[in-house]
């Protein structure tokens, strides 16, 4: 399999190659030149989400040097359980994507990516993982790095902007872990990154990739479990699921997407967004332009641009998307208003992410509501204590993964959101 960049079909690579650049060279972002088309019986023997990771990832694999490594790769980044839990009374249930280390879905694709990486970069020289977060991200991407050899992460957040535990979970770690706290917000950071791509000089010294979900290589294994779940679903219910799925640069919407033009049974997909509405209001036909980010309580998701609609256009017809996606923005208000009611109703502690879904889902017409849904749990509610237990009036139980991040000591520096700050501070810090 070949990928080209979505700005020109004349860029093709490898996978291999697509995974340590991460961006392609004219800016754009990397896709298979075609997607494989899966049919249900090529998936019988899949048991276990390990098994259908195998036969998903085999056709995006045929030509990398990394082949013979897939199933260890796989191991390491799929062995964490990924349930989804029936909600008493609806046909609704809760796909908990947090059971990994930093205690969010992203955990997925940055240990697959990690995992790939180690085993590709080979070289003398230093790959330089550069990766914005606006909360998640950079957490997942340093535990899954920490220490990897031959690997170096700078990792760019916003100041104040994420959460004290989400902080904790950027900057706990040292060694080969670089943290910057930015004096902006999620998009300058971004912004950040990219500039470095282009940068000429510091392209002489380093060679960087990115763990931004803009990486193809944190996209692919989010399929996985969207593929997995929805045939074990079919499986047991002879139904296809439907996914409402919390969404902020749109990586895990597209996870989803993709699987299901890969032929998996997945019924109809559902973006719950927070106040940065730019997606309802693009399928809704307005036309696709920057926005500055409002800042909400679903922080993870505080993202005005999602990079990932470059790779949806790319790939599909706008009518199209049009017609089988819908967004759904919800305030805080409704946010605050869900894990209340959520935790009322079913017991159920949510995150404010988990919570714009669900949200979504009240809104959904009765008719709908025979359907089977999946609410997309994107992360645990103890990594936002301070917005949900004040809500609930009860403690949150700590995941044992998260306390032991909790009790490290923090390293960071503060930067202006300036190029020449930023590359400054790489110079000095990475040798
Ligand atoms: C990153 C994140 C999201 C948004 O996911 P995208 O792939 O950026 O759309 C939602 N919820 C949580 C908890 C996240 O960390």
């Known amino acids: 399999m070949k990928y080209k960049s979505t700005r020109s079909d004349d860029v093709t690579e490898s996978i291999d190659d697509v995974l340590k650049k991460g961006i392609a060279s004219d800016g754009g972002l990397f896709l298979p030149e075609t997607f494989p088309k899966f049919k249900e019986d090529d998936f019988d023997k899949c048991l276990s989400i390990k098994d259908t990771a195998k036969v998903l990832l085999l056709p995006f ?3 990398s040097l990394i082949l013979n490594h897939l199933d260890s790769i796989i191991d390491s ?3 964490f359980k990924i349930p989804a839990i029936k909600v008493k009374n609806r046909n609704c249930w809760y796909l908990e994507l947090f059971h990994g280390p930093t205690a969010a879905f992203k955990d997925v694709g940055a240990g697959f990516l990690a995992s790939c990486l180690s085993r590709l970069n080979t070289g003398s020289e230093p790959l330089v993982i550069l990766v914005a977060t606006s909360g998640d991200t950079g957490g997942a991407v340093a535990a899954a790095f920490h220490n990897v050899s031959n690997v170096n992460v700078v990792v760019l957040y ?3 902007k994420v959460s004290s535990r989400q902080e904790k979970q950027l900057t706990c770690w ?3 872990i670089l943290s910057l706290s930015v004096e902006g917000d999620f998009d300058s950071c971004q912004e950040l990154v990219k500039s470095i791509f282009l940068d000429h000089d510091l392209a002489y010294k380093y060679k960087f990739s990115s763990a931004n979900s803009i990486n193809f290589g944190r996209l692919l294994p989010q399929s996985i479990y969207y593929a997995h779940t929805s045939i074990d679903h079919f499986r047991r219910n002879r139904k296809k699921p439907n996914f409402i799925i919390p969404s902020g640069n749109l990586g895990n919407g597209l996870a989803c997407i993709l699987a299901k033009h890969m ?3 997945i019924g109809k997909i559902v973006l719950a967004l927070n106040e940065n509405r730019m997606i309802e209001d693009f399928l809704n036909g307005e036309d696709w332009e920057k926005r500055d980010t409002i800042q909400t309580i679903a922080n993870a998701m505080d993202v005005g641009n999602a990079s990932n609609m470059e790779r949806l256009i790319d790939l599909y017809d706008i009518e199209d998307i049009r017609r089988e996606i819908v967004a759904k923005s919800i305030s805080d208000i409704r946010i605050k208003q869900e894990i209340i009611d959520c935790f009322d109703e079913t017991g159920n502690i949510i995150c404010p992410h988990t919570a714009t879904a669900s949200s979504a889902y009240r809104d959904l017409e009765s008719s709908y509501k025979t359907d089977d849904w999946i609410i997309v749990a994107t992360a645990h509610p103890a990594k936002f204590e301070t917005v949900v237990e004040p809500l609930i009036k ?12 909790l009790d490290k000591p923090s390293h960071s520096y503060s930067i202006n959101p300036t190029i020449p700050e930023f590359k400054k501070i790489i110079l000095a810090n990475l040798h």
């Open 174 to 176: 040292g060694d080969n």
């Open 61 to 63: 694999f045929e030509n």
């Open 394 to 405: 009860t403690n949150i139980d700590i995941p044992s993964e998260l306390k032991k991040i």
């Open 77 to 79: 980044c799929f062995y």
């Open 263 to 265: 032929g998996f049974p």
């Open 158 to 160: 916003p100041r104040g």
